[in-house]
């Protein structure tokens, strides 16, 4: 039952809402939480406390001057815009899109030719990857492979938009098969090709949507760090290399592997709640759902979602979905987001834990690219902030 729930203690609840244990009771005089008391102090609902937090977060991604408190608060860009809760890629939405090849939309973004990658690339960046040990995860092999691509490249260092994207092609074509996927025209099904030997029609269109989808989204803190890079006119392979540094956190891309594990949790027949519950024991917030820049469903989740009953596993994991969706409604009011409607994908799909992973970084690189070849053409070296000392 929901009252046998794990729940957080007082200092666990202040630590996830970023607030000292003073502020958590402030907020609990003033009603905005509930407490219960014990013999052993007080104790939070995990879910309300998230719920909160979330709220908090909503308020804090709105201000009133996008620039107060941030001298690097607003850095304009032309590839990706939200609108009114939609995802928008040079004035076009995404999600109309999504029955493009995945190749065919970057060749579109970048305004620029397909050229697949060199054998001796993917040589060098799948040997790189075959030296890692068995227990690498999916980021692991793709920072592999990045340095087997680098390492092979000697022209690389032209800090130009067209050397950007020669690198993105190598990347984009070369990183399905090093992965161990078969060379092959559509990009989604190459990947595919690393999981299973046989895709069926329905997974290429859904993990080809995902990729479209993944693109870009303003400007996350990976992107940032990809341009950061580039500002210091570091070759794309080396800004790339940033954004996966940056991506490789649990509040960015590895949200979608804590997502694949609650819903897997959820599909074996664990209650939603307690599944809930206990991945909020990490303090990283409830996976898979809520989104700062939406005021319900992320538009990624939305259109991904009713392409998943058509896969091998779809009625099943839609029904852990949906049981999931309300779960959360009733106690956290938060709304899906992207990672769970990949962690879907990939259980339905019958893919590894990890996929969404690499789906992500594989989509995400070609915004990174379109990011990486706009910081070349601004001024060197622009974003390096000042800092404000504050020391004694």
Known sequence: ????????????????????????????????????????????????????????????AQPTRPTTGMPLGVIRTDIADIEDDELLYR????????????????????????VDAPDTAIGSARAMVQALPLHAGAMDRLRAALTGFAADDPLRRDATAETAHRIGWTLLTGLPVALGGHPHTDLARALVGAWTPAPTDAVVTAVNAALVLLIDHDLAVSTFAARAAASARAD????????????????????????????????????????????????????????????????????????????????????????????????????????????????????????????????????????????YAEPAMRLRPRGEYVGP
Not at 269 to 293: N, T, V
Request: no cysteine; aromatic share 6%.
């Open 91 to 114: 004035g076009r939405r995404a999600r109309d899109l999504i029955d493009r090849p995945f190749a065919e939309v970057v060749a579109w973004l970048w305004d620029d030719a397909r």
């Open 1 to 60: 039952m929901l009252a046998s729930l794990p729940r957080l203690t007082a200092v666990q609840a202040a630590a996830r809402l970023g607030v000292k244990p003073a502020t958590l009771y402030a907020y609990v005089s003033r009603g905005l939480l509930a407490r219960t008391r014990d013999a052993s102090g007080s104790t939070f609902d995990a879910l309300e406390v998230e719920a909160f937090a979330a709220a908090r977060r909503r308020t804090a």
């Open 236 to 375: 794309a392979y080396a800004a790339v290399s940033a954004a996966l540094g940056a991506a490789d956190s649990p509040l960015h891309i590895s949200a979608a592997t804590r997502t694949a594990r609650l819903l897997t949790r959820v599909r074996r027949g664990m209650e939603p709640e307690r599944a809930l519950a206990e991945a909020l024991q990490d303090g990283s917030g409830i996976p898979g759902f809520g989104h700062p820049l939406y005021r319900g469903v992320d538009d990624r989740a939305d259109a991904l979602f009713p392409l998943l009953t058509d896969l091998p596993d779809g009625e099943g994991t839609m029904d852990a979905v949906r049981r999931l969706r309300t779960a959360v409604a009733d106690r956290a009011r938060l709304a899906p987001n992207v990672d769970f409607a990949l962690a879907a994908l990939a259980s339905a799909a019958r893919l590894p834990e990890d996929a969404p992973a690499t789906v992500f970084v594989v989509g995400r690189t070609a915004g990174w690219i379109a990011h990486i070849a706009a910081e």
